[in-house]
C-alpha cells in the first residue's frame, strides 16, 4: 500500500499544479486554508518559509510530537518529497494569492509589539529574520500553534533553530486567554 507521499512523490515529475493536487483537500485550491481542519492558509507565503517547513515535516523535525495530529498528517504527505519536489511546490503555493480574511478584532493586545520586531507591524512576516506572514491566519489555527509553542510541541526539536526562536519569543506566563485574544488580532491583519 502506498503512502499519501509516496503517491506525491510519484507525481514529483510532473507540473507544479500536479505536485499540489493533494494539498487542495486541506489547504484548497488556491492556498485559502481550512479552519475547520486547522489547515493554515498557505497562498502567497513566503518560498523560504514554505520550503523550510516542507523539509522540517520530511525530515521528522515537524509532525513527530504525539500531540500533533495535524503535523503528523503533513509529514506523512512530505515525507517522499525530494528537494526538487520542495522547491518547485514552495514557488507554486508561494505565488497563490494571499487569503483575504474577514473577522477577528482590531485591538491588540500589549504584548503583540514583541511580534512585531519579527512578524512586522502588520504581520507581514519579515524573510531576512526568517519571520513568515502571519497576518490574515485564521484564528483557530493561529491558537493552536501558539498553544504547541508555548507547550513544547513546536520548537522543541533539534534542528528547529526558528521554531525555537519563537518559542523563546513567546512570554513566560502567556495563557489560553491571551493567546486567544492575539489570535484574534492577527485574523484582523
Known amino acids: 500500500m502506498l503512502a499519501h507521499g509516496t503517491l506525491l512523490a510519484q507525481s514529483a515529475s ?6 499540489y493536487f493533494p494539498c487542495i483537500s486541506c ?3 488556491n492556498g485559502e486554508g481550512s479552519p475547520a481542519i486547522r489547515a493554515p492558509a498557505i497562498g502567497g507565503q513566503s ?14 523535525i515537524r509532525g513527530q510530537h504525539p500531540g500533533d ?7 506523512l504527505m512530505a515525507e517522499n518529497l525530494n528537494d526538487d519536489d520542495i522547491n ?7 505565488q497563490m494569492p494571499v487569503k483575504k480574511t474577514e473577522g477577528g478584532t482590531s485591538e491588540a493586545p500589549e504584548f503583540y509589539v514583541g511580534c512585531v520586531a519579527c512578524h512586522g507591524k502588520k504581520g507581514q512576516g519579515i524573510e531576512s529574520l526568517n519571520a ?9 489555527y493561529t491558537s493552536l ?14 534542528g528547529d533553530q526558528w521554531g525555537a526562536v519563537m518559542r523563546d519569543a513567546l512570554p513566560d506566563n502567556i495563557n489560553d486567554a491571551a493567546i486567544q485574544k492575539l489570535a484574534k488580532y492577527i485574523q484582523s491583519l
Open 47 to 60: 518560498s523560504v518559509y514554505l520550503e523550510r517547513q516542507l523539509h522540517n515535516f520530511r525530515m521528522g
Open 88 to 94: 518547485v511546490l514552495a514557488d507554486f503555493v508561494s
Open 14 to 19: 510532473a507540473d507544479p499544479e500536479s505536485l
Open 27 to 29: 489547504h484548497g485550491k
Open 69 to 75: 495530529p495535524w503535523g503528523a498528517q503533513m509529514a
Open 145 to 158: 500553534h501558539l498553544r504547541y509553542f508555548r507547550d513544547g510541541l513546536r520548537g522543541s526539536v533539534e
Open 132 to 140: 513568515p506572514r502571519i497576518a490574515g491566519l485564521d484564528e483557530a
